[in-house]
């Protein structure tokens, strides 16, 4: 399978992930669906640069702009 999200979306995804990577805020309702989201994190990670840049937080504040502009 292969999905294809924009930068934009992929940084958001990446925070959401990351945020809730060790709490239970998610309704997470069996382990494997936890492992497929750190999977998912995971590769992220992989492939953004952002997260590491010092201006994180605003690069990430317009990702969200563009995603969701309303």
């Known amino acids: 399978m292969h999905i294809e999200l924009s930068d934009d979306e992929a940084l958001v995804l990446f925070e959401l992930l990351a945020r ?3 709490d239970l805020r998610l ?7 936890r492992i ?3 999977r998912i994190g995971g ?3 992989t492939q953004l640069v ?3 840049r010092p201006e ?7 990702a969200r702009e563009r995603v969701h502009p309303g």
């Open 20 to 22: 809730h990577e060790d």
């Open 27 to 33: 309704d997470i309702q069996h382990e494997a669906e």
């Open 36 to 38: 497929v989201l750190w």
């Open 43 to 45: 590769c992220l990670e």
């Open 50 to 52: 952002a997260p590491l």
């Open 56 to 62: 994180y937080a605003e690069l990430l504040q317009r």
